[in-house]
Structures are given as structure tokens and as C-alpha cells.
């Protein structure tokens, strides 16, 4: 038995949020993801009372919060733009802790292979001062993997010289994006991961991942070099996957992501199913 907890990024539903949220407590699931971008929960918009409403509403249904996504869509690459997105960032970390979430999962854009690049430079400054904000409140920016290999993504984290930091490890994307060896990146990036998305898919042909990750739709390219497929049935061998993050003392959420689906209610179940097998719960 696997000592990980079960959740979904209750976005992925399609549903209207307290719908959602029933849908997660029936089938047991142990948290949810909260996308804290959305109009709805922009921390601009969830006030005292909401989120106190909030907290109240998954504690009624026997439910925690895994992370909070902070996905801007931007990346922290545009020097003119990144003090708005880092403020942003902050007021996200901010509104997680209080929801009692130490976790924010974010893009940060495609880290350069070259450190030596400006692109590099610009976003190893602004994620220095994300990691600094978040050590200082024993939090973390958990970077989602997917847009470049995981020995490229521990080389920009080693030089950042901090967990503040850190790596929310999907290995769907790795697989169906980076061309990536995901029970391979357990390894390699085993000192940085604090949060998983549990996501399956292949890739169908290889491209720049700047144009991959050029735009927030990842619909765009779904079927054209991606595919997102059920847990189990894409290239991630899940069986291999789970026995290495238990072999680094991984302890944390398996976040179900299905977002590419016409049926992912279904999918959604399913997956929450499969993982279960898999971990003896």
C-alpha cells in the first residue's frame, strides 16, 4: 500500500463548483485543486467570508485543498510583465495558506537550456524573489514539468538555492509535451517535488515546446502532437511511476487532471479507481 492521498483539479469537471465538489465526495476522493485564476476565486474576489465559506464547504464534504493552480498563462519571461505577475503570484500564495494549502502550482514558461541566456536570467530573477516570498512563509510555487526535460528544470532550480520553489510533477505532460522518461524525472527531480498531477496521454510528434507552450489551449494541439488519454492508457507507466515517487519518501497528492475529454466526469472516475488499485487504497 501507498501512503499517497487522492484529488482532482475540480476545474476539470466542467461543472458548476458546488456540483463539482459533490462529485469529488462521492467518490472519496481525499482533496481538491482549486484554479485560484478563475473569476470566481481570484483572490481579488474571495473575501473573509468566502473563503471561510470555502473552508467550511470542504470540511463538510470530508475534503482537503492539494494545491491552488496560479497558472497565469504568461510565464515569467517578459521583464515589463513579470512585477504584475509576481504580485499576483504572492496574493495567490496568500490566499492558499489561509485555505490551508502550503502549495501553488504554476507555468513559469520554458526554461532555456543555455543559463547563460538572458530568457534564463530574466526568469531565475523573478522566481528568486517568488522563492524568497514563499520560504518566508514556509510555503512553496510548485513549477508544473512538461515544458522542458526534468534535468533542465533541476538545473534552473539549483541555481535558484532554494525550495521556495519547487516542482509539481505531471508526468502526462512530460511524456506528451518534453518527449520525457517520467519515472526517470522522479529521480532526477526528487529533492523539489511537493505536489503530482495525475495525468496519462503520448506523443504523437515532436515539437519546439515554445510553440507547445505558446498558448494556454492545450485543445489547440490535442490530437495534432498530443494526446491526452484515461490513466493507464496512455505512455506513463503508472506502476513503475508510483513505486519511484515512493522510493524518494513522496507522501503527497496524486491530483487527477483530465483536460482534453468530452467525458471527463467519467474519466474522472475512472482515474480515481486506477490510481486506488494501484495504491492498495
Known sequence: MYPFSVGVMISNYGLPFKEAVDRA???????????????????????????????????DKGLRLSAVCGEQMYGFFDPEKNPVLIENSKKILDM???????????????????PDCERFHIMQD??????????????HFAIETGPEKAPVLKAFLDSLGSKGVAVNLDPGNLVMCA???AV????VLRDYIVHTHAKDGRQLRAEDLNHLYATAAAEQYH???????????????YPAYLAALDAIGYRGFLTIERECSDAAPEDIAYGAGYLRALIGA
Not at 494526446?227 to 506513463?236: A, F, N, Q, S, Y
Open 96 to 114: 492558499a495558506k489561509e485555505l490551508g494549502s502550503d502549495i501553488v502550482t504554476t507555468h513559469i514558461g520554458v526554461v532555456p537550456e543555455d
Open 223 to 237: 490530437g495534432q502532437y498530443i494526446e491526452e488519454t484515461r490513466l493507464g492508457e496512455g505512455d506513463v507507466h
Open 179 to 181: 518527449g520525457d522518461d
Open 25 to 59: 465526495a462521492r467518490l472519496r476522493l481525499d482533496g481538491i485543486q482549486l484554479a485560484g485564476t478563475r473569476e470566481e476565486f481570484h483572490p481579488d474576489r474571495m473575501d473573509t467570508a468566502r473563503r471561510r465559506w470555502l473552508m467550511g464547504l470542504l470540511a
Open 184 to 187: 526517470a524525472a522522479v529521480g
Open 126 to 139: 523573478a522566481c528568486g524573489e517568488l522563492a524568497r516570498y514563499a520560504d518566508s512563509m514556509g510555503s
